[in-house]
């Protein structure tokens, strides 16, 4: 499926199916948000039945990308893979992501398609979908004056060329901010979401701003390894085109996680 109007048809399925597979209702309004208001576009929906039961679920949603020099890319989010456990052994994982992949690829000619795997799924992603998983990400505690002495942080910063999701589009951010259960600041060039009385690091807006005036502490994104408050995140890619690899600027507003 690649318009809304087709998923929302399927939506008590795609429903029965999360609480098949997670043993939990899925949200109605983070799906809506997700699928059905996402001001880039539609989804790309495959789905696999056994007579009238969904058994098999993979998604993409749209997210546009840009850098420093104004270059934009149209990239999709993997997100919500599902397949119902008696169905494991039929391989529906590779093949519906196949067909979701020829659509964003081939049809709607999108270079990149991204997302976050968990660790038991990272595998999967990397040996059956051949995702490019990186595996050197954490989130940890830190503010602008620990970043500034970080100098692969400064490097990603400062680097024109990589690209992270675009917000400047006012339905865009307007969107992205209003996930469900999620309340976000703009505070000195950045965008912040409030967690358990802390702040993670959203969106930066403005760098320059944000790396001289932000006086917050806050949970990034970032490389740091190796410390015990620092806990560690998985990101993958697949590219159409792997002569010439988009690098990307991980933000925590490129994900559905947060």
Known sequence: ????????????????????????????????????????????????????????????????????????????????????????????FRSLAEITYEVAFRKNKSPIVYGYPNNKSAPGFSKRLAWKVNLNLSIYGTDTKYLSNDADFQLLLADAESFT????DENALKWRSNKPNSIWIEHEGAFFKTYNQTYDLMYILNRNLFMRECKLRFNILGSKQGSCQSTSYIVGQKQYNNNSQIKLFHQMAMSDVF
Request: hydrophobic fraction near 45%.
């Open 1 to 92: 499926m690649e318009t809304k109007s087709d998923l929302l048809g399927f939506s008590a399925n795609v429903h029965q199916l999360f609480n098949d597979c997670f043993h939990r209702s899925l949200d109605s309004k983070l799906w809506e948000w997700a699928y059905l208001k996402n001001p880039y576009g539609s989804p790309i929906v495959a789905l696999a039945f056994d007579k009238d039961e969904l058994v098999g679920h993979y998604a993409l949603i749209p997210i546009t990308l840009a850098n420093m020099v104004n270059e934009t890319v149209n990239a999709y989010l993997s997100m919500t893979t599902m397949i119902k456990r008696s169905y494991l052994r039929l391989d529906l």
């Open 165 to 168: 999701i675009d917000l400047r």
